[in-house]
Structures are given as C-alpha cells and as structure tokens.
C-alpha cells in the first residue's frame, strides 16, 4: 500500500521527573543513546513533521536535539495531561495530527509509527494495539484535542479518550513490530535492553497513561 501524503507532526512526551527511576528517564541512556534522542529518532523515521519535545524535569541537561522543536514545559509536575495538552498547542497551526509516544517506551518502532499515520482521517483517534489492548503510538487528529482539555488531566493522557469516545477509534494491530514497554526502573532498563540484543520482548504494561 503507498504511504498517505498528509503530513503528520510527532509529539514525544519527556517532561517527567523519573521518581522511580531516579532521574528524568529523557536523560536514561540505552546502548549509549538517551531515551529523549531515541524518542525524536523513532518519529523522524515513522515520517513524522515537525517533531516536538515537551521538556520538563531536567530540561537544562537534556542533549541538543537535531532535528526537533524542544518545548519548554514549566508546570511538567501537573501531570501527563498537562505536557500532551502543552505540546499540541505548540505544534504549528497546519498540522492536522499528531502522532503521540513517550520518552521511556525505547521498544517502539518507526514502523508502528508508520501505520498509524497510514491510517488517519480527519475524524479519528488511531491507536496502535498489542494483543489486542491499546498502546502507543497514538495518533490524534485536530479535531480530538479540544476533547483532551476533559480527558487529558492529572498522569492520564488519552486513556479516557479512547474509553469514552469508541466511535472516534481506530485500531492498528502492532503486535509484530515491537512493544510499549515501560522503562519505570533501572530493572527495567537492563531488560529492554537484552531485548534489544536478543529480540525476545519482555511483557509490558497497559497503561495508557
């Protein structure tokens, strides 16, 4: 199937401070990459434009960004919902979507971005699915995010979205290009990482946060 044209920004969510981590997990490195880097990098090669970075904690001592808009989020501490809220309104007036991922899912592939791109409409949420439950990359279109300033409140971003709105969805099965695996802790970030070596994916959480 040839790829749409529409042009789709890519929003990369790294505005947490990383508590149970210990740090911002924008800062974490795996195989000698920050997460922040590796965020932008999975949505420039999914075929996103422009790509935006909502920064919070630890924003003075994140790398320069080559080819990303950092966006500077002073209220990071409000929550998920605030920063997605933050970046969307930071986006250029043209954009007719957003394709959304977060800065400790490093298991994401450009290839989901793709497909979710692929498969936008001006009237839809589409939402990449792994065994048949929702994950990231989600992409949503203008229209939606008005709806997000009911939604997208506290550490909830879409979740409640997709819940509420099921006519407004679209699922993409992703289940053979990767996973949303969190990175909450340096447990977690030695195991995707030999999932990285190996290509054996470890389980992963369903929160759509």
Excluded: N
């Amino acid at each position: 199937m040839p790829e749409r044209t529409t042009v789709i920004a890519g929003l990369l969510l790294a505005a947490g401070a990383g508590r149970r981590y210990g740090r911002p997990k924008a800062l974490v490195e795996l195989d000698g990459e920050p997460l922040v880097r590796r965020g932008v990098r999975l949505l420039a090669d999914g075929g996103c434009a422009p790509v935006h970075v909502v920064l919070g904690a630890g924003a003075d001592e994140v790398p320069e960004l080559p080819g990303a808009v950092p966006v500077r989020h002073d209220r990071w501490s409000d929550g998920l919902g605030s920063s997605l809220r933050r970046g969307l309104a930071s986006l250029p007036a043209d954009v007719p979507g957003a394709v959304v991922v977060l800065v400790d899912q490093p298991l994401l592939s450009p290839i989901a971005v793709r497909r979710v791109r692929e498969a936008y409409t001006a009237e839809t949420v589409v939402v990449a699915t792994y065994a048949g439950r929702p994950g990231h990359p989600i992409l949503l279109c203008r229209r939606t995010w008005p709806l997000l300033d009911r939604y997208a409140m506290g550490d909830r971003g879409a979740r409640d979205l997709l819940r509420e709105r099921p006519d407004l969805v679209v699922e993409v099965p992703c289940d053979d290009v990767g996973a949303p695996v969190d990175v909450d802790t340096p447990a977690d970030l030695r195991a995707v990482s030999d999932a990285s070596a190996t290509g054996v994916v470890p389980g992963w959480s369903a929160r759509d946060r």
